[in-house]
């Protein structure tokens, strides 16, 4: 059996109010290591402006410039110095932090020359021009809502009326913080291998409106003459939501995607399978099936199922990337077609500690196994607000002297799942309060649960290793 921790790059600790790709980064896989886990399990780390929600994101190959580490920017010679900024708040403050990294980060590109490093990013990397583009009309604009731009602005990929070289200024600092972002995750990647740790990343099964995807393929999507989505995703009532949930992305068309040999697919994993070593695929069932709401409606409820080819887009995906590595998120009520889609691909699925009470925890082999994730309750929450009768059987299940909520962490870690996920939230036993999220609603508290200095981060990883022993 295999473990790791589930620790979101924007939980870590750091100088400056949120984790980014600097010395404590390096300094939490150096301990992972030491306390024997093969995994780090990440959430997106691309750039939102729907609520800081890492699964509505401006673009699924952009990394987020506020993970860039200003440190290695002055070891570069592009800055002289930069002040602390929130560095031990256990919440994340992100409008703040990526108005002051912005503030840096600009100064550092006024200073860049380019180099041949640069330029050969930029050539093997086409995508970033589209996105340097994209946000430059946002910014103009002042939205990233590219169906509201000026005909000009919002039909450029198709009918190119612009002359982009007005624009070199805005359009190359966007370029160069991409080029920072993915010089520093491309040597902290390569640092977390050599330690002989694999990263999990993460990828939304669907893409943002607001999106440069979008933006730039329009007939990859469910859209009206005006670029409006016709039919928007989301999941009928279940576990997290007696109405369901409105998400509000747009449905794909997979008419086109598939005559179009999934293109759009096959760039996007390919692109995911440079960056991490194992991909998870949230919303995995949506390959097979998926809840069509009509964008005119205000509710969940109003959707009916659909079905996509997921056989076909599968085969093409193996053919033209060959080996890559997926987690099929396939949690919630599925049909046993979406299971025999997962398992005629070998893929490894999800299942949580939270959800298993009743269905009983066996079947575990070939599986991720996770205490809860970063959409559940913590444990010690959870534990907290059980019912007597459930606490005592947990307690019959686990039989162990230890607190309840470090007894099923210490009963994952020692189960038979091939792969075992602890969040660094349950190995540090907080209580709801700092919950990552809660699905379905857009509050100040989402995703903002940070690990507020870098002891803490090794008392809980140091916990993982102790729990998985027995100790």
């Known amino acids: 059996m295999k473990a790791g921790v589930l620790f979101p790059l924007s939980s870590f600790p750091s100088k400056y109010g949120i984790g980014d790709l600097g010395k ?10 030491e306390n024997g886990a093969q995994y780090l399990q990440i959430l997106p780390f691309h750039f939102s402006t729907q609520a800081n929600s890492p699964y509505r994101s401006v673009s699924t190959f952009a990394g987020d410039e506020i993970y860039i580490d200003l440190e290695k920017l002055i070891e570069m010679g592009l800055l002289e110095s930069v002040p602390e900024y929130y560095p031990e708040s256990s919440i994340v403050y992100y409008d703040k932090i990526r108005e002051f990294k912005h503030k840096y980060l600009l100064k550092a590109y006024k200073k860049f020359r380019g180099n041949d490093e640069y330029h050969y990013f930029l050539e093997k990397c086409p995508w970033v021009v589209d996105y340097a583009v994209y946000c430059t009309f946002a910014a103009i604009n002042g939205s990233y809502d590219w169906s509201s731009w000026p005909d000009e602005f919002k039909y450029y990929p198709k009918l190119q009326q612009i002359n982009l070289s007005e624009y070199d200024e805005e359009i190359g600092y966007y370029q160069f913080v991409q080029y920072i972002f993915y010089l520093q995750w491309f040597t902290f990647k390569k640092y977390t291998n050599e330690l002989g740790i694999k990263i999990i990343g993460d990828m939304p099964f669907y893409v943002d409106h607001g999106s ?4 730039l393929d329009n007939e990859s999507f469910l859209l009206d003459d005006l670029g409006h989505p016709t039919d928007v995703a989301g999941v ?12 509000g992305n747009p449905i794909y068309d997979w008419n086109h995607l598939q005559n179009n040999d999934f293109k759009f697919w096959v760039d996007r994993i390919g692109w995911a399978s440079k960056i991490f070593d194992i991909t998870r695929i949230d ?5 097979d099936s998926y809840w069509d709401i009509p964008a005119a409606s205000t509710s969940a409820i109003d959707g009916t199922w659909k079905y996509a080819p997921g056989y076909e887009l599968f085969d093409c995906l193996y ?3 060959g080996d890559i590595e997926l987690v099929a998120e396939d949690l919630g009520y599925l049909r046993a077609e979406v299971i025999e889609l ?3 691909y070998h893929l490894k699925g999800m299942k ?7 269905e009983g925890f066996e079947n575990l082999d070939n599986n991720y196994f996770y205490s809860g994730t970063h959409d559940n309750e913590t444990i010690k929450g959870w534990v907290d607000g059980l019912d007597q009768q ?8 686990v039989k162990s002297p230890l607190p309840l909520n470090l007894a099923i962490i210490q009963y994952c870690l020692n189960s038979n799942a091939s792969d075992v996920i602890i969040p660094i939230w349950d190995l540090l036993e907080v209580n709801n309060n700092q919950r990552f999220n809660v699905p379905g609603e857009v509050n100040d508290t989402n995703w903002t649960y940070r690990v507020s200095n870098l002891e803490m981060a090794k008392k809980g990883i140091e916990l993982f290793a102790k729990l998985r022993k027995g100790d």
């Not at 919303?283 to 390959?287: M, P, T």
């Not at 949580?352 to 009743?358: C, E, G, H, P």
């Not at 459930?390 to 299940?397: F, G, I, P």
């Open 390 to 397: 459930t606490y005592d059987r947990l307690v019959e299940l």
């Open 212 to 215: 440069v995807e979008v933006w």
């Open 319 to 321: 053919e033209k990337l």
């Open 342 to 344: 997962k398992n005629h």
């Open 283 to 287: 919303h995995f069932r949506a390959f």
């Open 24 to 33: 404590n980064a390096y300094s939490i896989v150096e301990t992972l290591a």
């Open 236 to 247: 009928p009532p279940d576990y997290f939501s007696a109405t369901g949930q409105y998400w």
């Open 352 to 358: 949580v500690f939270q959800f298993m009470l009743d």
